[in-house]
Nanobody, 119 residues
Framework: QVQLAESGGGLVQPGGSLRLSCSASGLTFSTFAMSWYRQAPGKERELVAAITTAGISAVYADSVKGRFTISRDNSRDTVYLQMNSLKPEDTAVYYC????????????WGQGTQVTVSS
């Protein structure tokens, strides 16, 4: 019943921009911390960015710091990842995750969206 649906992936040229969206349903969105992960072929899934429940604080992987911005709109149950100055190394499947510890421990993943950075 809980669903996270990513969208916005696609093919872009190096230096280009892309905005990913993740819309949630079946959960109380504002009680979950949200994050974006990515996984390239043959590599481990890695954290890209995370944001707290009210969007007050965010963390980023060193590889994307200064280029990517995570944000959320709790009125729309949606989290975003704005990706600028894209590099070929950013090519991966990007996944949205929702997680919380209270009142109970819960974790949910989206199906992923492909981002390809190539000329």
């Amino acid at each position: 019943q809980v669903q996270l649906a990513e969208s916005g992936g696609g093919l872009v040229q190096p230096g280009g921009s892309l905005r990913l969206s993740c819309s949630a349903s079946g959960l109380t969105f504002s009680t979950f911390a949200m994050s974006w992960y990515r996984q390239a072929p043959g590599k481990e899934r890695e954290l890209v960015a995370a944001i707290t429940t009210a969007g007050i604080s965010a963390v980023y992987a060193d590889s994307v710091k200064g280029r990517f911005t995570i944000s959320r709109d709790n009125s729309r149950d949606t989290v975003y990842l704005q990706m600028n100055s894209l590099k070929p190394e950013d090519t991966a499947v990007y996944y949205c995750k929702a997680a919380r510890r209270r009142p109970t421990t819960s974790e949910y993943w989206g199906q992923g969206t492909q981002v390809t950075v190539s000329s």
